[in-house]
């Protein structure tokens, strides 16, 4: 994102609008400049404010007259006055920034759409996290903080090495270079972004050294680490995720429940589980 210095009459209204805290009133040329290694491109700025089309140097006239007579000429807090803050185009590799950063583009670098898949959330459907696997969500990154690539890597990298399976259907995954060994892309690694998804399975007993590694990268990290962790529920309701989470001194309790509302992928060893008497016969089931 740029702000063109030929417009931009420093009134200081884009600010606060900025999720990383990259635009900077420079006292020296009065003007409002974006700080583009920290910039994510979210366009939150370009989008999230009115316009208008005041003539710059009649507004930096007006305000330089009233602050003479000590009181303020601004304009309403949620309108750039000169429409001064212009989109540049983005070219590989700063086009991911925009990718994972502004929510109202798909993935146009990775073709896919959001920052990660429906998770857990149709895994009914998807039957991705079997019985006997859990489920990670592991993201990084948060307005005012963001998160480089190559923070991310120094997670993937530990992860692979623990040999759990990457989804192949995740945005930052299909930006490896290398999945085995949790290589991202050389080309992006220093691109900065506002939050990024890794989602990963593994079995149950691989759990607590899974979450024990995760522990231990995100305090050398220099991005904030969140991790989510599910599984499948046995039929009787029975969560075993649970004793393991409390073992390794987690607080747990049950966020989400998703029942399965779409097409049948397991047949129940309970014939009244099951659609038609112990048998799924719908097409694609
Ligand atoms: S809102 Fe517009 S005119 Fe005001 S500081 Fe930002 S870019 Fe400059
Ligand atoms: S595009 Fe987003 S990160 Fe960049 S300056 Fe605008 S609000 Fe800040």
Redesign the pocket.
Known sequence: MN?DPH?????????PICPMGA?H?DPASS??TIDEDECVECFACFRG?SKEHLNPVMVRTIRAIAKFFRFRFD?EPD????D??VPQELAWPRIVRRAFSDPQVPHESTGIHGRGTAEVKTNDVTNRVKNGEAGFVIEFGRPGVGARFRDIQQVTQALAELKVEFEKNNPVASLMSDSSRGLIREDILNEKILSAIVEIKARLEEVPGVLRKLRELSQESETVVSVGVSTRCDADGHDPLREILKREGYPTYRGKTNLGLGRVTRISPHPSLSPVGGEDKREGA
């Open positions: 702000i417009k931009c009459v420093a009134c200081g209204n884009c600010l635009i009133v003007r409002a404010m304009p309108i750039c006055p000169t001064a803050i």
